[in-house]
């Protein structure tokens, strides 16, 4: 599901009743099967919702400090999920949700949202890729901050982005001239 993901809209409506969108522009997939995972070794309390349904949030802190958001895949019981590591927004700075943790403080997702389910009566949902989106070039490559099962290339980000977080070597970011930048005609 990772690279499914990428190119797809995400929408969080805000206190406010306004709703936020971009585009999920980078991916990271992760499983019981592997030592990256929070649910490898065993199920606690703090990772249960990632042994939930498909199309919940499984959300945490990490390091103290910042909040993560997986969108949890595969079957119940199992732990799979996908973080979400950055989108791209219209009409704001490239990088301002550039990072898993930058991402959940701009849409405002934390703790209180570990469990809850994707959709509109939610106030946070996925959609399918504009068709602008459907054909565009995804790059693969390994994951990023964890120290174990490090080199599994399950990370997958949208070449022509700039928001994505971190490119892998040699892969250059676009000039602002190349780039795809989002905007509202994403949403026909």
């Known amino acids: 599901m990772a690279p499914e993901l990428v190119g797809c809209l995400i929408f969080k409506r805000q206190q406010d009743d306004k709703v936020l969108w971009g585009v999920i522009v980078e991916t990271e997939a ?12 065993r199920r606690s309390k703090s990772n249960e919702s990632l042994f939930g349904e498909p199309g ?39 990088r301002i949700a550039s990072g898993p943790g930058l991402l959940a403080k701009r849409l405002s997702l934390n703790l209180s949202h ?10 946070i949902w996925i959609t399918c890729k504009p068709s602008n989106l459907l054909k565009a070039h995804l790059v693969s ?28 070597q040699g892969d250059r970011q676009p000039s602002i001239s190349q780039a795809w930048i989002p905007s509202t005609s994403d949403l026909l």
Request: charged share 20%.
């Open 30 to 41: 992760y499983s019981q099967i592997e030592e990256g995972c929070h649910g490898y070794k």
């Open 114 to 123: 570990d469990s809850l389910p994707l959709s509109i009566e939610n106030g």
């Open 141 to 168: 490559t390994t994951r990023i901050g964890i120290s174990k099962a490090k080199d599994l290339k399950w990370r997958w980000y949208l070449h022509s982005s700039r928001s994505v977080s971190k490119r892998s």
């Open 56 to 94: 919940i949030l499984y959300t945490y802190l990490t390091y103290g400090i910042h909040h993560c958001v997986n969108v949890v895949t595969g079957q119940k019981e199992l732990a799979n999920g996908v973080l979400l590591r950055s989108l791209a927004i219209p009409n704001e700075d490239e």
